[in-house]
Structure formats: structure tokens, C-alpha cells
């Protein structure tokens, strides 16, 4: 299944600077593992030490919100998937 994945501005510089990459994968969790796979370095700002998707990291599947339990849902052949980083300050 192709799924495009669009990127954060905060993580493009892992993914040689592109907005959208094309990858593979039947759901939201395994497209981001196959991003990975394309960009190792990406890694770090994704998961924990335990392989845990991180809590500042939110995912979007065609406009929408898909939180923890919904990443495993079925894609269809050309959906979106971003992939944004929730920034805190004060």
C-alpha cells in the first residue's frame, strides 16, 4: 500500500529536507517504522528507548487526529499520514 507521509518542518532536516515521502505500509505504525528505515536519524525524535511512540509526538491521518490505539487501523492505497511535533514553552 502506498502512503504519502508528510513531515513537520521541525523534522524535515531528517529526511533530507523533504516535506512528503513515499513509503509503504498497511498502517499509520508500520508506514512511520518504514519512514525510519529510510531515515534512521529520525528515530530519536519519534521513540523512546523502549520503541514507545514519544507524547510529544502527534499523528494525523488524512486531516485527522489518530491517537495511540487508532495507529494500527487500516490505511487505504494513497491516504496521508503527518507526523507533527507538539512544542511546549513558557
Not at 508506514?31 to 528507548?49: G, H, M
Not at 485527522?64 to 514553552?89: K, Q, S
Amino acid at each position: 500500500m502506498n502512503v504519502n507521509v508528510r513531515v513537520s518542518s521541525l523534522l524535515r532536516k531528517f529526511t533530507n529536507w523533504q516535506e512528503m515521502v513515499a513509503v509503504t505500509g498497511d498502517t499509520a505504525i508500520e508506514c512511520l517504522r518504514n519512514l525510519e528505515a529510510q531515515f534512521p536519524s529520525i528515530r530519536e525524535w519519534l521513540y523512546d528507548q523502549q520503541g514507545e511512540l514519544l507524547s510529544q509526538v502527534q499523528i494525523f491521518v488524512n486531516g485527522e487526529r489518530a491517537y495511540t490505539h487508532e495507529l494500527t487501523n487500516p490505511l487505504r492505497d494513497g491516504d496521508e499520514v503527518f507526523i507533527v511535533l507538539a512544542i511546549g514553552g513558557g
